[in-house]
């Protein structure tokens, strides 16, 4: 699905797919797909499509999000959870795409997919890391940190949603007691299962004091699973989607709080291939748990347990990628693990 062939077939059958989804339309047209550069698990294209309809030429600019093919990073992909978790969070204060459109069947480009509106802003990227280039790095001070806190409050948006309200059972409720975070590591496990190698020593160590001082959640809310900066959509200094739903789950969110440092040490000083320093203006840690705590009134109790638990899900996710031909390929010699399991060997020795 990769090769430009198939992107181009592709094109065409969705053309034909969208003359029953838009039955009073005529004249039906598709831009060629365009694919972003960042992006290792689900598909992604952005595309324009037009049409007549009632005299008048109708157009909309959308995205087709498919399931990969090929190498599998997960163990699921779920492309209807998707959709649905979307489509409920659309009436929240939770900014999200408008879901369009989903469909199952695999014979129509030979996976299933859905289509949702494509929103204008910019990106904090991760193709070069925002901490050395993009509009953040050109941003004065103040604007970093603004960033930022947005962030951190769209986080918190997401961790109070009530789920009396919003419809997630879904996504699989937790039982009580440490479930929510035993089916974390289930599911890691699961993905270091698909090696078919053991697992490095340092991630066997790793999961051993993660259930060795595992903990019941005090609260249970929707996590994004993937929280970072790369998978905001901003308008100046202002949220307006929420991108990349695909790891999310209900659980203990200061998992979310957890990935969202990690992730920013990981595509800076933690980078392996080319480590740059954190970007400066950034808050820091401490200020981010304060500033999370004082706007959900929730004092947050495990950090440090869910920092851990972010390396080494982050870890298992690039002994996977080693095993991505097509991306290791641009990284002969070098190991990508390095420095996480050197992070999780210093955290482990705290």
Known sequence: MSKEMDIENIRGRLKEWFKSKIPQASQISLSPLKKPVSGLSNQTFFFELSWWQAGEMRVENLVLRCAPTGFLMFPKYDMKEQFILMKNLENTAVPVPRSRWLEEDESVIGVPFYIV????????????????????????????????????????????????????????????????????????????????????????????????????????????????????????????????????????????????????????????????????????????????????NRKVENFFYHEVFATWRMAVVYTRLAKHQRFISNFTKIDITRSHFDKLTRLLSL
Request: glycine letters at 8%; charged letters at 25%; proline letters at 9%.
């Open 117 to 296: 509106d494509q929103v204008q802003g910019w990106i904090p990227g991760d193709h070069p890391p925002y901490h050395v280039a993009g509009p953040l790095y050109e941003a004065t001070p103040e604007e970093k940190a603004r960033i930022w806190w947005k962030a951190v409050d769209i986080m918190a948006k997401i961790h109070t949603l009530d789920l009396g309200e919003v419809d997630l059972g879904f996504l699989g409720v937790p039982k009580g007691g440490t479930d929510p975070i035993d089916q974390e590591i289930a599911y890691y496990d699961k993905m270091l299962k698909m090696n078919e190698e053991p697992p490095p020593p340092i991630l066997e160590r790793t999961r051993n004091w993660l259930k060795e001082n595992i903990f019941e959640p005090k609260h249970v809310s929707l996590c994004w699973g993937d929280a970072r900066l790369a998978n905001l959509m901003y308008q100046s200094d202002e949220v307006v989607a929420v991108l990349d739903w695909e790891m999310a789950f209900l659980g203990d969110p200061e998992s979310d709080l957890g990935w969202f440092i990690h992730m920013d040490w990981a595509t800076s000083e933690g980078l392996q291939t080319k480590p740059s320093p954190r970007l400066a203006g950034l808050p820091g840690t401490q200020e981010t748990l304060a500033h999370y705590e004082r706007i959900t």
